[in-house]
């Protein structure tokens, strides 16, 4: 490819969301590719805190913005829980729930061709764009 990415084959979609996630090596660094609802998404499998696998953590959704003593539930299958210390990630955009400029997992693009599952890692050193598929 002319933009100096690399495409990593993760395998057959049907059997990433039955398993519910697959841990794939991109140069040497594991990626969680998370199957979501009906898209994929593909992040850092190490937690920036203390380098827990994201993978063994556990999917959901929050708590969102709202008025006083109102309770809104959103992003449901859309955070990631980091399953040492409860650190929040969202899916789409990797960024911390709590500090979100401060602290972040890499994303990477997901696709599907012909019932596989492509990874595309982006140019070296630089996070691609949101990972949802259709």
């Given at each position: 490819m002319t933009d100096g990415s690399v495409q990593v084959r993760v395998g057959a979609a049907e059997d990433v969301r039955r398993e519910g996630c697959r841990v794939v090596d991109v140069?040497?660094?594991p990626v969680a590719v998370i199957s979501a609802?009906?898209?994929f998404?593909?992040?850092s499998d190490?937690?920036?805190h203390m380098g827990a696998s994201m993978s063994a953590g556990s999917l959901g959704g929050t708590l969102l913005p709202s008025q006083p003593h109102e309770y809104v539930y959103g992003m449901?299958?859309?955070v990631i829980r980091c399953p040492w210390h409860g650190w929040e990630f969202d899916l789409e955009t990797g960024r911390s729930l709590l500090e979100p400029r401060r602290y972040g997992l890499r994303t990477y693009r997901v696709t599907e061709d012909d019932g596989e599952l492509i990874l595309h890692t982006?140019?070296?050193g630089r996070a691609s764009s949101p990972t949802a598929s259709p």
């Open positions: 140069g040497g660094r609802g009906t898209g998404f593909a992040v190490r937690c920036p449901h299958e859309r982006g140019r070296p």
